[in-house]
């Protein structure tokens, strides 16, 4: 077997040209908001392989195909590169995959993408800041991050499809219950056709205003899209004195159609174990998707908490049909299938 090397460079917002760059070296900034502007990619090998590629490029769209170091993207025009696809060509091209990771505005690093599949964000007028590129032999997998190789803008849903709402039931007079939207800011957490920091904070919000109606003090992590330290989060549940933290997340999977809802809870905490069977049956009855189960776990929100602590997953932002359950009245379900749980903790 021959030898391969990728070689690449860029040009970045207000630093002109970077590289080159080499077999999974970064190419552009992560954490400065500088766009990536432009890239050239070229192979250095003795074998029969050659490589094209594409890009999305603001207010022009996807560009037309280049080839070994031509320029694509623009320089001087202040347009930001949106999307990309990689792809070998050549004799030899069966034999390997090229692998691409970016990072991305608002998403930071997303999954590899390999062989002419796009990678980035399309029609969200988000900037790509960073490129990564390594050709491996077939048989080598990349291992998946935790959100999307490729975003693209969809067509606002329908209206939602109002939920009959919950009769204020229970008296949780004298209860303080930290409610923690995982996640925020610079960190999205999982993300599909929604951002798993938005649904968090959806369903918190709700969450607390069902909670303080029946008596409950409240206390929140964030109450907006702000980036809150995950080792901050305990603490502000405990300096309140709360009885019970409840962290709401959703799932992420690198496969679409993964579904379901589960709870975790810290291992062999009886009254940790007790509200997380509660809630997950609140949220089994409500929701109705598929019960992956509860989950004892050592989990920094959980761990760390003074009092029972359970981390929610009642479904996956990276499912589509999760993602349109959760905006057409999936949301408030969650909501009332986390008060029943609660409820019935203290009833």
Same mark, same amino acid.
């Given at each position: 077997?021959?030898?391969?090397?990728?070689?690449?460079?860029?040009?970045?917002?207000?630093?002109?040209?970077?590289?080159?760059?080499?077999?999974?070296?970064?190419?552009?900034?992560?954490?400065?908001?500088?766009?990536? =502007?432009?890239?050239?990619?070229?192979?250095?090998?003795?074998?029969?392989?050659?490589? &094209?590629? =594409?890009?999305?490029?603001?207010?022009?769209?996807?560009?037309?195909?280049?080839?070994? +170091?031509?320029?694509?993207?623009? %320089?001087? %025009?202040?347009?930001?590169?949106?999307?990309?696809?990689?792809?070998?060509?050549?004799?030899?091209?069966?034999?390997?995959?090229?692998?691409? +990771?970016?990072?991305?505005?608002?998403?930071?690093?997303?999954?590899?993408? @390999?062989?002419?599949?796009?990678?980035? $964000? &399309?029609?969200?007028?988000?900037?790509?800041?960073?490129?990564?590129?390594?050709?491996?032999?077939?048989?080598?997998? @990349?291992?998946?991050?935790?959100?999307?190789?490729?975003?693209?803008?969809?067509?606002?849903?329908?209206?939602?499809?109002?939920?009959?709402?919950?009769?204020?039931?229970?008296?949780?007079?004298?209860?303080?219950?930290?409610?923690?939207?995982?996640?925020?800011?610079?960190?999205?957490?999982?993300?599909?056709?929604?951002?798993?920091?938005?649904?968090? !904070?959806?369903?918190?919000?709700?969450?607390?205003?069902?909670?303080?109606?029946?008596?409950?003090?409240?206390?929140?992590?964030?109450?907006?899209?702000?980036?809150?330290? !995950?080792?901050?989060?305990?603490?502000?549940?405990?300096? #309140?004195?709360?009885?019970?933290?409840?962290?709401?997340?959703?799932?992420?999977?690198?496969?679409?159609? #993964?579904? +379901?809802?589960?709870?975790?809870?810290?291992?062999?905490?009886? #009254?940790?174990?007790?509200? #997380? $069977?509660?809630?997950?049956?609140?949220?089994?009855?409500?929701?109705?998707?598929?019960?992956?189960?509860?989950?004892?776990?050592?989990?920094?929100?959980?761990?760390?908490?003074?009092?029972?602590?359970?981390?929610?997953?009642?479904?996956?932002?990276?499912?589509?049909?999760?993602?349109?359950?959760?905006?057409?009245?999936?949301? &408030?379900?969650?909501?009332?299938?986390?008060?029943?749980?609660?409820?019935?903790?203290?009833?």
């Amino acid at each position: 077997m021959g030898y391969v090397n990728v070689i690449y460079d860029g040009h970045v917002q207000d630093v002109g040209d970077v590289g080159p760059f080499k077999n999974g070296e970064l190419c552009g900034t992560t954490g400065k908001s500088k766009r990536l =502007e432009a890239v050239k990619i070229w192979l250095e090998t003795d074998l029969d392989l050659g490589i &094209e590629y =594409e890009g999305q490029i603001q207010d022009i769209g996807w560009d037309a195909t280049k080839k070994a +170091g031509e320029l694509c993207g623009t %320089q001087g %025009q202040g347009k930001r590169l949106e999307s990309i696809r990689i792809r070998l060509t050549g004799g030899d091209a069966d034999k390997y995959d090229i692998y691409y +990771g970016v990072h991305a505005e608002n998403y930071g690093n997303m999954n590899w993408a @390999m062989n002419g599949e796009s990678t980035g $964000t &399309e029609g969200m007028s988000l900037r790509l800041e960073g490129i990564k590129i390594i050709i491996a032999p077939k048989g080598i997998v @990349m291992s998946p991050d935790t959100v999307q190789k490729f975003i693209k803008a969809e067509p606002k849903p329908a209206a939602p499809t109002p939920v009959a709402p919950a009769d204020p039931t229970g008296n949780l007079s004298g209860k303080i219950i930290c409610i923690n939207p995982g996640h925020g800011g610079s960190d999205p957490g999982a993300c599909g056709d929604l951002r798993e920091s938005d649904m968090n !904070l959806t369903v918190a919000l709700r969450l607390g205003q069902l909670l303080a109606e029946r008596g409950a003090s409240v206390v929140y992590t964030r109450t907006t899209d702000d980036h809150v330290y !995950l080792s901050d989060r305990p603490i502000i549940a405990n300096n #309140a004195g709360a009885d019970i933290f409840v962290s709401i997340h959703h799932n992420g999977s690198n496969d679409s159609n #993964a579904s +379901g809802t589960c709870v975790i809870c810290y291992p062999g905490s009886d #009254a940790g174990i007790r509200l #997380a $069977t509660l809630c997950l049956n609140g949220l089994y009855s409500r929701l109705g998707l598929q019960q992956r189960g509860l989950i004892q776990r050592d989990d920094s929100d959980v761990t760390y908490t003074d009092m029972p602590a359970v981390i929610t997953e009642a479904s996956f932002a990276s499912s589509p049909a999760d993602c349109a359950l959760f905006q057409n009245g999936g949301a &408030e379900l969650e909501a009332l299938g986390l008060l029943d749980g609660i409820i019935a903790y203290y009833g």
